[in-house]
């Protein structure tokens, strides 16, 4: 009998109206051939939504999702809504009611795209970004008094617990367990931010100790951004708190070629609750509605969420067809140097599947 999911699509925003259905459209294509079937269910939570009834998503959105095997994101936010609003609206409580604590994003360089980086190759980059998801510098504490006076004054507090540091850090190990290189390396700031991040060192060295098996290393933020542009070939797994993995997961991708190839997965790994999965590249208001959209990321995303719900022979296909969508300019995007819009891009892709 066929494997049936259920899956929570939203499309969301500006290009992700565009980019959803084309992941979407893929998985309907591979699912037959390989022993499953995804029954789908739409939802309009958005901020056209929030406009009209004041909220990103209703009070029980979060209870509906726990239904899903799995939730499927097109992008979050749109001119006319600030980003704080439109975030902590929908995607930051999705996160964290569902506990995804562990953000994974896939940085590699895909056959056909020419890198930003001279001389650098497939071999070159490919790691794996892992972001705490649901602590960190992303912390509801804190406030602002005296507004509007020579007074005013703003505090955020970050939030560093031994199980989130714990938690995040054994999933990067575990991880990098499981590929060639077999490295973590660690994000930090210990010289300059006293307290939050010594911590994470020592939490860091406490997970090292648990996996004697796996090669480590650390870097302060800045300089190992610097040896992002400049060493890609170093990284194999890098772990990050909630801002240093965001900041490092777009930085990533640009080097690969465009943010516009970047997936996501915000992951449960106790399966408790619904997984989610996201292209990183934003609404994108700018190209929305154009039809210029790069559907890659959110096809890969879709691999992703196929291979999390055990379907790894489907999200390799997917990855395969990808990258041989990607092998000629008029099939590929404008981000990535070529001529294709989102419709020749998805339809190179399809046919790559057929």
């Not at 294509?29 to 998503?57: K, N």
């Not at 902590?88 to 890198?115: C, F, H, K, M, S």
């Not at 005013?152 to 031994?162: K, M, N, W």
């Not at 959110?298 to 990855?319: D, F, N, R, T, Y």
């Amino acid at each position: 009998m066929s494997k049936v999911y259920r899956i929570a699509a939203i499309p969301g925003d500006g290009i992700g109206k565009e980019v959803l259905p084309v992941g979407q459209r893929v998985i309907d294509l591979v699912a037959p051939r390989h022993g499953f079937t995804v029954e789908w269910s739409e939802f309009d939570w958005s901020c056209e939504r929030y406009h009209q009834t004041g909220a990103m998503m209703p009070e029980d959105g979060i209870e509906q999702m726990k239904a899903f095997d799995a939730i499927y994101l097109g992008a979050v936010g749109y001119p006319g809504v600030p980003d704080h609003v439109s975030l902590w609206g929908l995607l930051i409580p999705l996160r964290r009611e569902l506990d995804q604590y562990a953000n994974i994003r896939p940085v590699r360089l895909l056959r056909g795209i020419t890198p930003p980086l001279a001389g650098r190759g497939p071999e070159d980059i490919d790691f794996i970004v892992v972001r705490e998801n649901v602590e960190g510098e992303y912390s509801e504490i804190g406030g602002r008094v005296y507004r509007g006076t020579e007074q005013e004054a703003a505090v955020q507090e970050t939030i560093f617990t031994r199980r989130g540091c714990d938690r995040i850090m054994d999933y990067a190990f575990e991880l990098a367990s499981k590929r060639v290189a077999k490295k973590v390396t660690s994000a930090t700031k210990s010289n300059g931010i006293i307290h939050t991040m010594p911590f994470w060192d020592e939490r860091f060295a406490a997970a090292a100790a648990r996996h004697p098996d796996i090669d480590t290393n650390q870097f302060h933020i800045d300089i190992l951004t610097a040896h992002f542009v400049l060493h890609p070939d170093w990284f194999d797994v890098v772990v990050a708190s909630n801002l240093f993995g965001d900041i490092l997961s777009d930085l990533g991708p640009a080097i690969a070629g465009s943010i516009g190839i970047a997936p996501s997965a915000n992951i449960n790994p106790e399966g408790t609750f619904p997984s989610m999965f996201e292209p990183v590249h934003g609404s994108a208001p700018d190209i929305a509605g154009k039809g210029l959209a790069n559907p890659v990321a959110a096809v890969w995303s879709a691999a992703m969420m196929l291979e999390h719900l055990g379907q790894p022979e489907a999200a390799a296909e997917i990855e395969r067809a990808i990258e041989v969508s990607l092998e000629r300019d008029e099939t590929r995007t404008r981000d990535l140097g070529g001529t294709a819009d989102t419709a020749a891009s998805e339809a190179a892709i399809l046919s790559a599947l057929t």
